[in-house]
């Protein structure tokens, strides 16, 4: 335990070391030299242009004039990792440096002469297959990643500011994102988009959920749950989800599959419902026994280990504590923990490696894909052990009372 402590200090230490800023496997559009030309404008070089960045293992970033960036959903996980250690500790320094991040995420807040309500993007443009997103347009994951953390940050500083920008990126999602098309309702990735993406709107779900409740909105719990069901109406009979709608969206991978049980998870606990229960324990079972090996290593796909990937195993720590949470659960999670530092850590510079291949290993320092998903979950996991040593402890100690109790009768 406390080598892992240790090790996530140092992780800290590098990030801080940065100022929580870095590269990005999508940041390539930043890049000085081709905006500067006019193939900037051509969705297909942007498009190739974005994949060779995100792809090649030689990170030509700097002779190319990217700069690092804070990125603001990494920024948003960065919060939620320091607030974990100040749960573990108390030590206050965390929580200070939690809002003095937080204090940069309320000035980088998408247009609110547009938006109206509280909402984030990336700080690079981004070139999909069926979209182009400017930097700064707000898209739901970024919103919904730092809407948690300022909410957490709210209550543990008693900040009932944050905690109500936190709230209000619910009415940007239920009003911006909320779409019909298809046959289908759910939250759209960004604003204007029609292509239906499982975790996203589930994650849109989960949010605008809590927040209703939070709220006393019923509308927007309603809503909410319409969404939902359409995601639980897609799932396979196996218990697993494809990606999303479209064509190139057919595949079904470990961290995806890890955001939709957590978001369903965090669903039903904001509304007391049962009704996503069968859902939920047949989509834990199809996770836990397709997308880990025998020996902890998270998979990337369902039908493949590779690439070996932070994020996968990143997101298997929450998964399988917030969603599985019992004995059987918590072995598996200490096995993916210790084959997570097995295959990816850097003791040298105390950082994580992005993905391992068959045939290469990609060492580029992604902060917001990797280091920062690295830290938040060992973060959870080091408290998460720490408070079950703690109960574990003051059970032993009061059993040993009661039984030297008895003696002395």
Same mark, same amino acid.
Request: hydrophobic letters at 45%; one cysteine or more.
């Given at each position: 335990m406390d080598n892992l402590i240790n090790l996530n200090s140092q992780l800290l230490d590098s990030i801080r070391a940065e100022q929580f800023a870095g590269y990005d496997p999508f940041d390539s559009l930043n890049s000085k030299l081709l905006q500067a030309t006019p193939l900037y404008r051509s969705e297909w070089v942007r498009l190739a242009w974005l994949q060779l960045g995100k792809r090649s293992p030689i990170n030509f970033r700097p002779l190319l004039r990217v700069p690092k960036r804070r990125n603001p959903k990494g920024v948003g996980l960065f919060i939620s990792g320091l607030l974990q250690d100040y749960r573990r500790t108390g030590e206050a320094g965390y929580l200070q440096e939690a809002r003095e991040l937080a204090d940069w995420l309320l000035a980088q807040r998408s247009n609110p002469r547009e938006w109206t309500h509280s909402c984030w993007g990336y700080h690079f443009d981004w070139q999909a297959r069926a979209f182009y997103v400017p930097a700064g347009k707000p898209n739901i994951i970024?919103?919904?990643? /730092? $809407?948690? &953390? +300022?909410?957490?940050?709210? #209550?543990?500083?008693?900040?009932? !500011?944050?905690?109500?920008?936190?709230?209000?990126?619910?009415?940007?999602?239920?009003?911006?994102?909320?779409?019909?098309?298809?046959?289908?309702?759910?939250?759209?990735?960004?604003?204007?988009?029609?292509?239906?993406?499982?975790?996203?709107?589930?994650?849109?779900a989960a949010w605008c959920a809590?927040?209703?409740?939070?709220?006393?909105?019923?509308?927007? /719990? $309603?809503? &909410? +749950?319409?969404?939902?069901? #359409?995601?639980?109406?897609?799932? !396979?009979?196996?218990?697993?989800?494809?990606?999303?709608a479209r064509h190139h969206h057919q595949f079904i991978d470990g961290f995806h599959t890890g955001y939709n049980l957590e978001a369903l998870c965090m669903l039903r606990d904001a509304t007391g419902i049962d009704e996503f229960d069968a859902c939920i324990r047949q989509g834990y079972a199809y996770y836990v026994n397709t997308l880990f090996e025998e020996d902890g290593t998270a998979r990337y796909y369902n039908n493949s280990v590779y690439p070996i990937d932070m994020h996968s195993f990143a997101q298997a720590a929450f998964t399988l504590l917030k969603v599985g949470g019992g004995a059987a659960d918590l072995q598996l999670c200490d096995k993916v923990v210790q084959r997570a530092i097995e295959l990816l850590y850097q003791p040298a510079n105390g950082q994580f490696i992005y993905q391992r291949t068959r045939w290469l290993t990609n060492r580029i320092n992604y902060t917001r894909w990797t280091q920062a998903w690295a830290y938040y979950s060992l973060a959870f996991y080091n408290r998460y052990r720490a408070e079950l040593n703690h109960a574990e402890n003051r059970s032993v100690g009061l059993s040993d009372g009661y039984r030297q109790y008895g003696r002395n009768r």
């Open positions: 970024t919103t919904c990643y /730092v $809407a948690r &953390a +300022l909410f957490e940050l709210g #209550q543990l500083s008693a900040d009932k !500011a944050l905690i109500d920008i936190a709230l209000d990126c619910a009415r940007f999602i239920a009003t911006h994102l909320y779409t019909e098309a298809d046959g289908r309702s759910f939250y759209a990735y960004i604003p204007g988009e029609r292509a239906f993406v499982h975790n996203a709107s589930l994650w849109g809590f927040a209703g409740t939070q709220l006393g909105d019923d509308g927007l /719990v $309603a809503q &909410a +749950l319409r969404v939902a069901r #359409q995601s639980v109406g897609e799932q !396979a009979a196996d218990g697993s989800w494809v990606y999303g």
